[in-house]
């Protein structure tokens, strides 16, 4: 089995959703080639040789910085055919659930997204798919001869398993309907750890009363290095960016520890952040919905709460 891994990046990083792609790939015991679009570090792409990946391959094409869906998925058939691959894997991601769409459509493979685990080819190609906002999973037969996997977040714990690699340039046949879509303007997420892509997440809602007192979270996050998170209501007000929005219509999450501030616990926040591995909810009413869905959970003042929670970290560091 020859197996396509397409890598994404952030600011010439290679993101920890992609290395998961890759071990991912590693494990289905298949050929596996990486490929990254646009400007990507070398030594980022040297290092997937770590995580699995027989081959890597560079587009590097000027033209696929901004990210551009049609023209990505362009690259990627191509890669499948140049490379004689049947598979391609790629991470869940705002870029990469409508690229693995395109490609499909592209190359009538079978496609499945959230996939939670490795594929049952004991009878067949079946698949675990996270559905419902992750309250449900449902296995799912493809049966196409190509196939394209969307991987949910921690589908594949990280581990090496090779040594870095040289990488190959590959060289794109692009037209300009490949460009019909242009990105006249962005607005990139700030922070030093990033939503998606974080491992401890630090919310705050209401309960944090105004803007002004969202620096004991920013301090909380900081000796956690936990990316910052808010519910709807609070990005609403702009006491937050709206990319700090986690929820049903936000950014939904999967870290290894969520920790939620001052939030009551509506289903539309409960279906962004259920995938967590542990929640931790800190309010001051024991009535709030959020205490259902806790791992763990404190009653009291966050105000008070935090500050020492904080303090108490740094001294068990």
């Known amino acids: 089995m020859n197996i396509l891994v397409f890598v994404e990046n952030a600011e010439g990083k290679i993101k920890k959703t992609s290395i998961e792609a890759v071990v991912y790939a590693q494990a289905m015991n298949g050929t596996v080639t990486a490929i990254a679009l646009g400007a990507v570090d070398q030594s980022e792409l040297e290092a997937l040789g770590k995580y699995g990946a027989k081959k890597v391959l560079h587009a590097a094409d000027s033209k696929l910085d901004q990210g551009i869906i049609q023209a990505y998925a362009s690259v990627l058939v191509s890669a499948m055919k140049d490379e004689q691959a049947d598979t391609l894997i790629l991470a869940n991601s705002s870029l990469g659930t409508p690229v ?3 490609v499909a459509a592209k190359i009538g493979a079978s496609l499945a997204s959230n996939v939670v685990e490795l594929p049952d080819t004991s009878s067949g190609f079946i698949v675990k798919r996270s559905i419902y906002t992750g309250k449900a999973f449902a296995l799912v037969e493809l049966k196409n001869a190509k196939k394209v996997l969307g991987l949910k977040k921690n589908a594949a714990e990280i581990k090496e398993v090779g040594a870095a ?17 242009k990105i006249t303007s962005s607005e990139k997420a700030t922070g030093e750890v990033l939503l998606p892509e974080a491992n401890i997440v630090v919310s705050g809602g209401r309960g944090m009363k105004g803007p002004e007192h969202w620096g004991i979270l920013e301090e909380l996050a900081k000796t956690l290095h936990a990316a910052t998170g808010c519910s709807k209501p609070v990005s609403d007000m702009n006491w937050r960016p709206h990319h700090e929005h986690v929820g049903q219509t936000g950014v ?9 501030v001052g939030i009551s616990g509506a289903i539309q926040h409960l279906a962004g952040v259920n ?7 800190i309010n001051k009413d024991p009535d709030a919905p959020f205490f259902k869905a806790a791992d763990y959970g404190i009653v009291g003042d966050a105000f008070e709460i935090i500050p020492k929670l904080t303090e108490a ?3 068990a560091k």
């Open 100 to 102: 693995a769409a395109r």
């Open 165 to 181: 690699i040289s990488v190959t340039p590959y060289a794109t046949s692009l037209v300009d309907a490949d460009f019909a879509t």
């Open 252 to 260: 939904k999450v999967a870290p290894q520890l969520y920790i939620a």
């Open 275 to 281: 995938s967590s591995k542990y929640i931790v909810v």
């Open 313 to 315: 970290i740094k001294a």
